[in-house]
């Protein structure tokens, strides 16, 4: 036998929770009363007496407070604050970006999940406090670009034994680094996906392996880009990782002589011996 549950509007349910909430707080607030002194004769003579006679009043006091109060409620919680130049120039700025600097920044605050945030995107309507989280929640994948660039493409460790080869060394690390981005963003337009969904290092081996069997993109470049964006990342939003080595060092030495040098000395006096 079949039973009709009937249907629960939770929507409606939530709306009436909050028109009933707003209603006991404006009763135990009793913001009538308060709306009437902030309007008071008294209190607006007191402000006639103290407003500067070269100040033009363009709206009554009674508007003048409806529209503070209807930009406070549709306010996200956010203010405008200036920061004043410091008057010592920073040592990490160059003495021509210190002059180039103006006076003061105009920032807007915003509190978010226990952090405050600072933008120079000052209108809240047209960049809410929800844009302002997505997009410092994307910090994310720009940690992500540096392991790859580092890791993966394996420039943590520079090999060169000259600044200008180890200055070349860097550029063909961030054109590699490019050409394999240019390829995930290409296979994603194909296959309609975000090119952040696709797997860094899985095109570094797919290319890998695509090159070393003599290939190149310009053939059969369609099937290359369906195997680049059948490798997908796992979505982990507000994912937060530690800033720490899991891996412990080897209890070695630090090499701080010639290799050819220490060779002559573990000749001479063997393994036990140590620099200073």
């Not at 039973?3 to 009436?16: E, N, R």
């Not at 209603?23 to 607006?44: C, D, G, I, K, Y």
């Amino acid at each position: 036998m079949a039973i009709d549950f009937p249907k629960i509007d939770f929507p409606k349910i939530k709306a009436s929770k909050h028109q009933s909430s707003v209603r006991h707080r404006s009763r135990a607030t009793q913001a009538v009363e308060f709306f009437n002194v902030l309007t008071s004769p008294e209190l607006l003579e007191t402000t006639e007496a103290l407003l500067p006679e070269h100040r033009e009043r363009l709206y009554p006091p009674t508007v003048a407070l409806s529209m503070f109060m209807r930009q406070v409620l549709e306010a996200d919680g956010s203010h405008i604050v200036c920061w004043p130049k410091p008057a010592a120039r920073p040592q990490w700025m160059t003495p021509e970006q210190y002059a180039h600097f103006p006076d003061e920044l105009t920032v807007r605050e915003v509190k978010v999940a226990h952090r405050v945030l600072a933008t120079t995107l000052l209108d809240h309507r047209r960049v809410s406090k929800d844009d302002l989280s997505q997009l410092y929640a994307r910090r994310w994948n720009v940690e992500l670009d540096l392991r790859n660039l580092k890791t993966t493409t394996g420039m943590d460790v520079l090999s060169c034994q000259t600044p200008q080869m180890n200055e070349k060394q860097l550029w063909i690390h961030l054109l590699a680094y490019n050409v394999i981005r240019l390829l995930m963003a290409q296979a994603a337009c194909i296959a309609g996906v975000d090119p952040r969904t696709l797997s860094f290092k899985h095109t570094v081996q797919l290319w890998t392996e695509w090159v070393s069997r003599g290939m190149s993109a310009t053939n059969d470049c369609e099937r290359l880009f369906t195997l680049i964006a059948q490798c997908r990342v796992g979505n982990r939003p507000a994912r937060i990782e530690p800033r720490m080595r899991k891996r412990r060092p080897k209890p070695y030495l630090w090499l701080k002589i010639p290799r050819a040098q220490a060779r002559r000395k573990i000749k001479i006096h063997g393994y036990d011996w140590e620099p200073k």
